[in-house]
């Protein structure tokens, strides 16, 4: 496993070792051991979460607030998404900055996003598949988020206006500027 910095504190990049040969491949997408050793970061996550979406699909930016916060592993195993992390963490140097990742089938790449953040995807594929890990449970009373489309953050989710497909759930999510502490 390869850890790549990204920029904003302990949202990390991860490549598995990957081992193909004719036959196709093999790799641990997940090592607790491993995980906590190169990262320094806690691995113990308690829900794992899968999605299927299609073209032009965003969803996010979500987050779960106070004692229900999570850190997540994300990765895609059908098709591409553009993965979004945002630093919400008012004492953060990179509060308000986003990083944005192309995770995909192909790549194999994997995103940390660690509590504190809002997070969301676009579908580049035709379909995809997301599947992520979280280190808390899931806790419909402390949902948060913020609107995909905040002009303060300017996240290019890289789907022309036309062909975005929000839910109504997330067309709701209030702006960056009155977003409610993680």
């Known amino acids: ?25 093999f790799f641990e997408s997940f090592n607790q051991n491993t995980f906590e050793e190169k990262t320094g970061l806690s691995g113990r996550f308690v829900q794992d979460n899968q999605s299927y979406s299609s073209y032009g699909v965003i969803r996010g930016l979500h987050a779960q607030t106070g004692e229900f916060a999570q850190a997540k592993l994300v990765r895609v195993t059908k098709g591409e998404v553009l993965d979004v992390a945002v630093d919400v963490r008012p004492s953060s140097p990179t509060y308000g900055k986003h990083i944005a990742v192309r995770l995909s089938a192909e790549n194999k790449l994997q995103l940390y996003i660690p509590r504190g953040f809002v997070h969301g995807f676009s579908v580049l594929s035709e379909t995809a598949e997301f599947l992520y890990k979280c280190d808390n449970f899931f806790n419909k009373a402390s949902e948060t988020g913020v609107i995909y489309n905040d002009a303060d953050l300017n996240i290019d989710w890289l789907i022309p206006e036309e062909d975005q497909a929000i839910s109504d759930k997330d067309l709701l999510l209030k702006p960056f500027s009155v977003l409610q502490h993680i």
């Open 1 to 25: 496993m390869e850890i790549e910095q990204t920029g904003l504190k302990d949202c990390l990049i991860i490549k598995p070792r990957v081992f193909e040969d004719p036959r196709g491949y």
